[in-house]
């Protein structure tokens, strides 16, 4: 079975999860055209049967039909799962399917939880992301909108999503936030300069998204991989022609690894970000079973410290080529 992990202050109100969780975007949205329901609902099952009990979801995925997904998928698991969901965006006009407008003012949050509530089939939220920043509205209200729903028992914990460390400073002085979401990966380290001291210092857990590149880091996208116009990579600067022929430089590094440990890339991508915390727990995403179980491989794949000075002494000396999101997407990150 995978191992558990707590997110958030350490006792008894410290929420327990698996040690990788399962991030469900992608069968919905953005990584090209919806998946087909039931495989996917089979595919979150067979997740929980594998010992997965921590999910993650936003009510902009699809939009809604995400949710709609998992409060199916996972309603004979009520009690034994966890779920994390997010609030935080709106269509810029009514009708719209392209929800381009941040929201996170307080009524419109309360309104958010009562409907991913109702699509999700749960009686109370387990983690209840900001999904960004939203400079309109201070944080302290945002945080005080959430420990409102927590006091009437419809949201169990908080979270932030992609937010800067004073911003997780000033929500946490209001609420404390169980967890924070943001990339991290082997080709993605910003969060190692002030989110995860700031985390640490605060008792705040760690979920990255991505931990696997958005797929690049599995060594199965090369030069010659066509993106779907609906899959959100094809407007990447990470993932133009030029950037993943300079990038493959971290694949090579995760393949000699995994040579050495009987692994794959993709397993000590994931058994590295597991270890650097104790309280990280990273949620890659699939809409196949069999990466379903090559990634929970990571889990139990274990990196001796010499594996990873080793790691370390090469990445250190490598480069990301290209920006991981257009230049509007990016300015709404790390405020």
């Known amino acids: ?158 979270g932030l999503s992609e937010a800067g460390a004073q911003t997780i400073r000033r929500a946490h002085a209001v609420q404390p936030v169980t967890a924070v979401q943001s990339e991290y990966s082997l080709w993605y ?37 066509q993106f779907d116009e609906s899959d959100f990579r094809s407007t990447l600067p990470r993932f133009e022609h030029e950037a993943r022929e300079a990038n493959r430089v971290f694949v090579e590094l995760l393949r000699t690894v995994a040579a050495r440990k009987n692994g794959t890339p993709a397993q000590v991508a994931l058994a590295w970000l597991l270890a650097q915390k104790p309280w990280i727990v990273p949620i890659p995403g699939t809409t196949n079973l069999d990466r379903l179980d090559e990634n929970l491989g990571g889990a139990t794949l274990q990196l001796t410290p010499e594996d990873l000075h080793e790691i370390e002494q090469s990445a250190s000396k490598l480069q990301a080529r290209g920006a991981r999101y257009p230049e509007a997407h990016a300015r709404l990150v790390g405020r």
């Not at 958010?112 to 209200?141: C, M, N, T, W």
Request: aromatic letters at 8%; one cysteine or more.
């Open 1 to 158: 079975m995978i191992p558990k992990r707590k997110l958030g202050p350490a006792g008894p109100e410290a929420l327990e999860v698996s040690a990788l969780g399962l991030g469900c975007m992608g069968m919905s949205w953005s990584y090209g055209p919806p998946k087909d329901r039931a495989q996917m609902i089979a595919l979150i099952r067979a997740a929980v049967e594998r010992g997965v009990t921590f999910f993650d979801t936003a009510e902009v995925y699809g939009p809604l039909t995400n949710e709609e997904l998992l409060g199916e998928a996972l309603e004979p698991f009520r009690g034994r799962v966890v779920i994390a969901t997010k609030f935080g965006w709106e269509p810029a006009n009514e009708g719209e399917t392209r929800w381009s407008t941040l929201n996170s003012r307080p009524e419109h949050i309360k309104q958010v939880a009562e409907g991913s509530l109702k699509r999700l089939r749960i009686e109370a939220i387990d983690l209840f992301y900001q999904h960004r920043v939203d400079l309109e509205v201070p944080i302290e209200d945002v945080a005080g909108a959430v420990k409102d729903l927590i006091g009437e028992g419809k949201v169990k914990h908080f």
């Open 189 to 225: 380290r910003d969060p190692e300069k002030e989110i995860l001291p700031t985390l640490e210092e605060l008792g705040i857990g760690f979920v990255p998204f991505s931990p696997l590149g958005k797929g690049f880091l599995t060594g199965r996208i090369d030069t010659t991989t």
